[in-house]
């Protein structure tokens, strides 16, 4: 059974950072694409940046050079790095595999950025 828990979300001021991690077991880690969603109140869940396991990397335009997704294979986990936070970046962001057609979802962190 593919588990993510996800780690790292709170509460910062508009400009601050946060560093979100998602630590993934029962699976062959190394394989798997990962990837961040995010739902805001009133919104469908959003794509905010993916990582194969080659290492390529996707991004949501409104993220694109202020968050960055990595990845640790030795540990099992991805981060996703987010800097100069605005408040439309407030939502609950949550972890993303899929392993043999199944998808997987961790229970989600809540990121508030304050005005």
């Known amino acids: 059974q593919v588990q993510l828990v996800e780690s790292g979300g709170g509460l910062v001021q508009a400009g601050g950072s946060l560093r979100q991690s998602c630590a993934a077991s029962g699976t062959r880690f190394s394989i798997n694409t990962m990837a961040w969603y995010r739902q805001s109140p009133g919104k469908q869940r959003e794509l905010v940046a993916s990582?194969?396991?080659?290492?390529?990397?996707n991004y949501a335009d409104s993220v694109k050079g202020r968050f960055t997704i990595s990845r640790d294979n030795a540990k099992n986990t991805v981060y996703l790095q987010m800097n100069s936070l605005k408040p439309e970046d407030t939502a609950v962001y949550y972890c993303?595999?899929?392993?043999?057609?199944?998808?997987?979802w961790g229970k989600g962190t809540l990121v508030t950025v304050s005005a």
């Open positions: 993303w595999t899929r392993l043999f057609g199944i998808e997987y």
């Open positions: 990582i194969t396991s080659g290492g390529t990397t």
